[in-house]
């Protein structure tokens, strides 16, 4: 059980381009959501937590005009980096919590901006 | 402002011996504190997690931690050690009073030796 899935694995687009990646919780109810970004050799850093049907809130830094996070049901959350630059190239990983106290973790999308 | 730090970049252990990998934490109120492993290229998955009671706590593939609030520490230990246990572990910690955003110590990659 708890399994959570994002896809894609891995993208590569274009400077200026958009991309979206999809985060979705495949045997449970995600009341909250969380993206993070690694960088190599890096922890996690939060960007944003989302529930179902509000508006995210951003960490400190995180550009949210930029980070677009869409909780639209208990079961997807999407985050969308618009208009992106090669320093958003990056490891994004999704958490969906259940309301309990334990995130579970998505295998991440590798972006690559070129 | 929580805070997580793990002391160690790597640990470096034989097959068959224990493992100690350490984690201390900073937070408000009553801490929330978890270990999660990442396999390369994968996200990361849930190995146990300290929320009150028995401050020794058993997870996941014969891990085990201890919570100790004198030290504030909480410690991920396993008796005996196995090749596959090679990945790099991180501990992350909230409190009873945040919003159930995780902060991430800075990853200790763990070599099991044959």
């Known amino acids: 059980g708890a399994v959570v899935s994002q896809h894609p694995s891995r993208v590569i687009c274009k400077s200026g381009t958009s991309v979206k990646i999809e985060c979705r919780s495949l045997?449970?109810?995600?009341?909250?959501m969380f993206w993070y970004r690694q960088f190599p050799k890096q922890s996690l850093m939060l960007m944003a937590t989302?529930?179902?049907?509000?508006?995210?809130?951003?960490e400190q830094g995180v550009e949210k005009d930029k980070f677009l996070i869409n909780h639209a049901s208990l079961t997807l959350s999407t985050l969308t980096v618009t208009s992106a630059h090669p320093e958003d190239s990056s490891f994004y990983i999704c958490?969906?919590?259940?309301?309990?106290?334990?995130?579970?973790f998505g295998p991440g999308t590798r972006l690559t901006v070129t | 402002a929580q805070s997580v730090a793990q002391p160690e970049d790597q640990v470096n252990v034989a097959e068959g011996n224990p493992l100690t990998v350490k984690c201390t934490y900073s937070?408000?109120?009553?801490?929330?504190l978890f270990w999660y492993v990442q396999y390369p290229n994968r996200g990361l998955q849930f190995l146990l997690k300290?929320?009150?009671?028995?401050?020794l706590v058993k997870g996941s593939y014969g891990f085990e931690a201890e919570f100790n609030k004198s030290q504030t520490s909480f410690h991920l230990k396993k008796p005996s050690a196995l090749v596959s246990d090679s990945a790099l572990y991180f501990c992350?910690?909230?409190?009873?009073?945040?919003?159930?955003?995780?902060?991430f110590g800075s990853g200790t990659r763990l070599q099991v030796q044959p």
């Open positions: 989302s529930n179902e049907g509000s508006k995210a809130t951003y």
């Open positions: 300290y929320i009150t009671g028995d401050n």
């Open positions: 045997d449970f109810q995600a009341t909250t």
């Open positions: 937070v408000s109120g009553n801490p929330y």
């Open positions: 958490s969906a919590a259940d309301g309990g106290i334990v995130q579970y």
């Open positions: 992350a910690v909230t409190w009873s009073g945040g919003r159930r955003a995780l902060t």
